[in-house]
């Protein structure tokens, strides 16, 4: 139903921010949870962020809460990950994703939750 393209990603320092978009077409953002997921290298794909389809409420990894944050902009059908004092173990193919969850529903963390996936974009920080 939506289709969702990540960019941003790039090569930087430990320290460094950088600014993921995911830009959807093909239906509003504002009728799905968004979400953020990354995957390493020999690693399964594990949950980053995400934003409320309503209210705006937001859910954050151990690992990255109060580094990286995620924002949406329903007019420009546009969500973002700010992510800030990246770390090496912050490399990973991060995608964008929505969940076609109901006004009630809480935002998700598992990944089998999400129901449509952009194809990406490499985030590589060096020490």
């Known amino acids: 139903q939506v289709q969702l393209v990540e960019s941003g990603g790039g090569l930087v320092q430990a320290g460094d921010s950088l600014r993921l978009s995911c830009a959807a077409s093909g239906r509003s953002i504002s009728t799905y949870h968004m979400g953020w997921f990354r995957q390493a290298p020999g690693k399964e794909r594990e949950f980053v962020a995400a934003?409320?389809?309503?209210?705006?409420?937001?859910r954050y990894a151990d690992s990255v809460k109060g580094r990286f944050t995620i924002s949406r902009d329903n007019a420009k059908n546009t969500v973002y990950l700010q992510m800030n004092s990246l770390k090496p173990e912050d490399t990973a193919v991060y995608y964008c994703?929505?969940?076609?969850?109901?006004?009630?529903?809480?935002?998700?963390?598992?990944?089998?939750?999400?129901?449509?996936w952009g194809q990406g974009t490499q985030v590589t920080v060096s020490s």
């Open positions: 994703a929505a969940d076609r969850a109901n006004l009630y529903t809480i935002v998700r963390s598992t990944t089998r939750d999400y129901d449509y």
């Open positions: 934003i409320s389809r309503s209210d705006g409420s937001t």
